[in-house]
């Protein structure tokens, strides 16, 4: 079964095919970093507006590197939650008007899902359950992989996503957007141990995470030292910032296995394309005898697999839209707007 993905939830038009939702048969994507760069982050109007513009192109791309033409899909699915919502329903009203004119199933696809099944096509053999860490702009959690559209969340940020605190600290540090590449690049010669940096613990719920106060002491101490007139050593300041958000990450997704007992283990999201973070997973996994599952890292970040993979396990699982569908803006696994 061939299935078109759409993915416009953010600053990436994105579409793919994916066949059975294991076989990426083509990927195409027009990116919008440089015109949100000039605002620090995304414009979620201008975002909207772009999207609407590249999607047919984007499609038609895809469709064409495929070597197939529209009327040989089986299934166009697109992520309809959570997202910037005029992004999102620009992708969705695309994707309802193919799945309207083809006559194929309309697929909706939550966007951590999406992240999450990208894994299948670059590891034939993996199959649920297993643990995921998905680390974005947006979210960030721990979620047990029990089946191919059944997901429990065990931990989830009490505030700021782990990639938002990156394009926070990026500024600071006087880095462009988006932060996270900036901030993995500055850090590969820093110090990682020249600043400590406190983590947050909570007692009663140990798979939860807290950015808000490492990204705010990081501000804070780059906000001292320039008004006090010293030197801060960007590198180690980044580097010490970069390890401490490995660390956290990596920590709570160790213990999540020991917990559950699950031996494998993943990271997916835009932030598990970052190289310490690879790193410490990579050895911690070693030492602890666990399996590793990273994506490939052109697929860390958004792009139109997601919803091509998810979609296909979605639509075995009977989990097709009527033209009603909408989108939007928050949701949890469990597909309940929140
Ligand atoms: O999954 P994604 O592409 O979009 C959302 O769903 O939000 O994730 C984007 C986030 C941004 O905050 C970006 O700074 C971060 O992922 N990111 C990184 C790296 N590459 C992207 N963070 C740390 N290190 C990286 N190499
Ligand atoms: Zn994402």
Redesign the pocket.
């Known amino acids: 079964m061939r299935i078109l993905g759409i993915e416009t939830?953010?600053d990436?038009t994105a579409a793919a095919v994916v066949e059975d939702g294991r076989r990426i048969l083509s990927r195409s994507v027009v990116t919008q970093i440089e015109i949100h760069k000039l605002y620090g982050g995304v414009v979620p109007e201008i975002a909207s507006r772009m999207h609407t513009e590249s999607l047919a192109a984007v499609c038609e791309k895809a469709l064409k590197d495929a070597g197939i033409g529209f009327g040989e899909i089986d299934g166009a699915a697109v992520t309809y939650a959570p997202?910037l919502i005029g992004a999102v329903l620009t992708g969705v009203c695309f994707a309802k008007g193919l799945a309207y004119s083809l006559g194929v199933p309309l697929i909706p696809v939550h966007?951590i899902k999406g992240?999450i099944s990208v894994l299948y096509t670059a590891y034939p053999e993996l199959e649920p359950p297993f643990l995921a860490l998905c680390?974005?702009?947006?979210?960030t959690s721990v979620v047990a992989v029990k089946g191919y559209t059944d997901f429990e969340l065990l931990g989830r940020t009490r505030d700021d996503?782990?990639?938002?605190s990156?394009?926070k600290v990026?500024r600071v540090l006087g880095l462009s957007y988006?932060?996270?590449?900036a901030?993995?690049a500055l850090a590969k010669d820093g110090d990682e141990l020249a600043y400590k940096i406190p983590i947050v613990e909570f007692e009663d719920a140990p798979f939860d995470f807290s950015f808000s106060g490492v990204k705010t002491f990081v501000i804070n101490l780059a906000n001292t030292a320039k008004q006090k007139g010293e030197e801060i050593r960007a590198a180690d300041l980044a580097a010490s910032f970069?390890f401490t958000v490995a660390r956290t990450l990596g920590e709570k997704l160790f213990a999540a296995a020991r917990a559950t007992g699950m031996k494998k283990i993943a990271a997916v999201?835009?932030?598990s394309?970052?190289?310490r973070?690879r790193r410490y997973l990579t050895e911690g996994a070693a030492r602890k005898g666990l399996e590793l599952y990273l994506p490939p890292k052109e697929l860390?970040?958004?792009n139109g697999v997601m919803p091509a993979a998810q979609g296909y396990f979605e639509y075995v699982a009977g989990n097709v839209a009527g033209l009603e569908l909408n989108g939007y803006a928050t949701m949890n696994l469990k597909e309940e707007r929140i």
């Open positions: 939830s953010c990436e997202g966007h992240h680390a974005s702009g947006g979210h996503a782990a990639g938002e990156f394009d990026a988006p932060g996270g590449p901030v993995d970069d999201g835009g932030v394309a970052n190289e973070l860390s970040g958004d």
